[in-house]
């Protein structure tokens, strides 16, 4: 062997056993983080996270599909992951109507790919690598969607029931304008699982374009027409350049703290009936201010999201309680959010005493949550 090709036989060694640093810009890629629930039945209708942190399920029209999405144990034999994201067909559509699309999606941040160089000249090419287990055989199509311009890529799914794994390389992007270094969604991957014919009608765009509709899933077949039909997804990773490279499996105490950027939830995992959520005081008989620290700065100003109505919730002020009537993120003149806390107001018809300590507790239930949703 020359000395050359031992050169680039270390440099592929030391890439493989992952010694190169951080290369997947995909967070939770492995499945393993699941904050909002493990299990959330009869979705389909409508779009939202549900289950696995950053995977995001889009829907667009209306389809009668209906499914179980869960964080499953299934997942590849021998390459270490522990966990999959899963779609149990529930209710099956076995002709969609032709505006629909049923997708699976990640969202990217502009500053996470300033690295791509999109946009210039000296766009760089990415590589896209993953599992699916499918009873759908046939067709699939990956796109990579960022502002108005897309590109797209088809995938043969083999055999049923069966994982296999993928691996598509897409060219950079030298046209449309530069990513914008900020914390916005500036890229989406998108994993269809089923179409209409609005988006299937053309012929697919495997190069960079304005994004015409009828080009974007061409040969997509339906992985919801049968209720015995299940896909499952796992080892998703992007990467900069055309090799792909081992998965990337990061530690779940990371995994968690990336995620908590999206979203941050606190849950009652004591059993007790009463859990404190937040401190702080009384400015008047109604309104009061309590502080949450967070363990992960938040992407953005976030929503607030509670695991029942307001009523579950109490106000604990001067040794009596009081029934919130509202909870709401403070607004910035107020206090607002800060990097590594969230000043929330609590509501109540009466009650509270000016200048008295109040904190916000649970009403009597051993099930409640907080959660502070900042995703893109």
């Known amino acids: 062997?020359?000395?050359?090709?031992?050169?680039?036989?270390?440099?592929?060694?030391?890439?493989?056993?992952?010694?190169?640093?951080?290369?997947?810009?995909?967070?939770?890629?492995?499945?393993?983080?699941?904050?909002?629930?493990?299990?959330?039945?009869?979705?389909g209708a409508d779009a939202g996270y549900f289950t696995v942190d950053r995977m995001y399920y889009f829907e667009n029209g209306?389809?009668?599909?209906?499914?179980?999405?869960?964080?499953?144990?299934?997942?590849?034999?021998?390459?270490?992951?522990?966990?999959?994201?899963?779609?149990?067909?529930?209710?099956?559509?076995?002709?969609?109507?032709?505006?629909?699309?049923?997708?699976?999606?990640?969202?990217?941040?502009?500053?996470?790919?300033?690295?791509?160089?999109?946009?210039?000249?000296?766009?760089?090419?990415?590589?896209?690598?993953?599992?699916?287990?499918?009873?759908k055989t046939g067709t699939f199509i990956v796109e990579l969607s960022r502002e108005s311009r897309k590109i797209s890529q088809a995938y043969t799914v083999s055999s049923s029931d069966t994982w296999?794994?993928?691996?598509?390389?897409?060219?950079?992007?030298?046209?449309?304008?530069?990513?914008?270094?900020?914390?916005?969604?500036?890229?989406?991957i998108n994993y269809y699982m089923g179409v209409g014919t609005n988006y299937s009608?053309?012929?697919?765009?495997?190069?960079?374009?304005?994004?015409?509709?009828?080009?974007?899933?061409?040969?997509?077949?339906?992985?919801?027409?049968?209720?015995?039909?299940?896909?499952?997804?796992?080892?998703?990773?992007?990467?900069?350049g055309e090799q792909a490279t081992p998965f990337e499996h990061r530690s779940f105490g990371e995994e968690l703290r990336l995620c908590q950027r999206y979203f941050?939830?606190?849950?009652?995992?004591?059993?007790?009936?009463?859990?404190?959520?937040?401190?702080?005081?009384?400015?008047?008989?109604?309104?009061?201010?309590?502080?949450?620290?967070?363990?992960?700065?938040l992407r953005d100003v976030p929503s607030i999201v509670l695991s029942g109505n307001v009523n579950t919730f109490l106000a604990h002020s001067a040794g009596g309680t009081d029934a919130l009537t509202s909870l709401i993120i403070a607004t910035d003149s107020d206090g607002g959010t800060f990097n590594n806390q969230i000043e929330i107001t609590p509501v109540v018809s009466s009650g509270l005493v000016a200048g008295e300590a109040v904190a916000i507790i649970s009403n009597s239930s051993t099930s409640t949550s907080i959660a502070f949703d900042a995703e893109l």
């Open 1 to 43: 062997m020359t000395k050359a090709a031992e050169l680039a036989k270390m440099g592929e060694v030391l890439t493989n056993s992952q010694i190169g640093g951080r290369r997947n810009i995909v967070i939770n890629g492995g499945m393993n983080v699941a904050q909002r629930s493990t299990s959330e039945t009869g979705k």
């Open 62 to 135: 209306t389809t009668d599909v209906r499914f179980t999405q869960s964080q499953s144990t299934d997942v590849p034999t021998g390459e270490g992951f522990a966990k999959s994201l899963k779609f149990d067909c529930t209710t099956a559509d076995a002709s969609l109507a032709s505006d629909n699309q049923l997708t699976l999606k990640y969202r990217i941040e502009g500053q996470d790919i300033q690295q791509l160089k999109w946009g210039t000249s000296s766009a760089e090419k990415i590589t896209l690598s993953f599992y699916i287990k499918s009873t």
């Open 164 to 188: 296999e794994k993928k691996t598509l390389t897409f060219d950079g992007d030298t046209g449309g304008s530069v990513v914008t270094n900020d914390s916005s969604n500036r890229l989406e």
């Open 201 to 240: 009608s053309g012929t697919l765009d495997t190069a960079w374009t304005g994004g015409t509709n009828a080009n974007r899933a061409v040969g997509q077949v339906n992985a919801f027409d049968n209720t015995s039909n299940n896909i499952l997804f796992t080892g998703i990773q992007l990467e900069v």
């Open 264 to 297: 941050n939830i606190e849950k009652d995992g004591t059993g007790g009936t009463f859990k404190r959520y937040a401190h702080g005081g009384a400015h008047t008989t109604t309104q009061g201010s309590c502080t949450v620290p967070l363990s992960t700065p």
